[in-house]
């Protein structure tokens, strides 16, 4: 049974289109993360809700947006789709309050690719 | 401001020989450390952490790793490789009280030659 579970895996897209990955965590966790890696494996973090609240947001533009109707999903819009938006988006979550120490789990990833 | 080096984008080694990761990090203030590992089409999945007390830290699969706070270096190794360890690797860093998370390195791709 997957703890943490992304879908699509693999998504292909014209420019300007609208885009949608979910995710579900079965573990029970309270935080939930959104991570995007780029085509050099850079991993960067977008998002992160606590208990369906919104704590970390990057600098990410506002075509992206998070929504997490509970803390075991959080799924992530993208409005517009750009070729720089390509890339592996990662999914994760960890227990309790964020804390430096959180140790967290991933998803397997989704790989958007816009043409 | 936080950042992590791997050295090395690639690194490879026959099967049974030393695995020697290495990664240094720059901290204003104590570190936590981690090593993930992503093998092909996963997600990452924690090798091992440090957050405090000992510094030689114990991670699944064999591995290990050493804090050492003199030279900004968490260096990982595993003394005899197994083709299974083919994977990527990413050393990460964070601090107490970060709502930031993780700032990871950029991966060491582990190739294992038989």
């Known amino acids: 049974d997957t703890a943490v579970s992304q879908t699509p895996k693999y998504l292909v897209t014209q420019m300007g289109n609208d885009k949608s990955i979910k995710c579900e965590q079965n573990?029970?966790?309270?935080?939930m993360y959104w991570y995007k890696q780029d085509s050099k494996k850079f991993l960067k973090i977008m998002f992160s809700?606590?208990?369906?609240?919104?704590?970390i947001n990057e600098t990410v533009p506002n075509r992206f947006s998070p929504k997490s109707p509970d803390k075991a999903h959080l799924n992530l819009h993208i409005n517009s789709l750009e070729l720089g938006d390509s890339a592996v988006y990662f999914c994760?979550?960890?227990?309790?309050?964020?804390?430096?120490?959180?140790?967290?789990?991933f998803g397997a990833g989704s790989r958007l690719t816009v043409l | 401001a936080q950042s992590v080096t791997q050295l090395g984008s690639h690194v490879s080694v026959s099967e049974g020989a030393l695995v020697l990761l290495r990664c240094n990090y720059s901290?204003?203030?104590?570190?936590?450390l981690f090593w993930y590992v992503q093998y092909p089409n996963q997600g990452l999945q924690l090798l091992l952490k440090?957050?405090?007390?000992?510094?030689l830290v114990k991670g699944i699969n064999g591995f290990e790793a050493e804090f050492k706070k003199s030279e900004t270096s968490f260096h990982l190794t595993k003394p005899s490789a197994h083709m299974s360890d083919a994977a990527e690797y990413f050393c990460?860093?964070?601090?107490?009280?970060?709502?930031?998370?993780?700032?990871f390195g950029s991966g060491t791709q582990l190739t294992v030659l038989p």
């Open positions: 809700y606590n208990n369906k609240e919104l704590i």
């Open positions: 440090y957050t405090t007390g000992a510094t």
């Open positions: 573990l029970g966790h309270d935080t």
């Open positions: 990460a860093v964070s601090f107490s009280g970060s709502a930031r998370q993780l700032t």
């Open positions: 994760a979550s960890s227990q309790g309050v964020v804390s430096g120490a959180n140790v967290l789990t």
């Open positions: 901290s204003s203030v104590p570190p936590y």
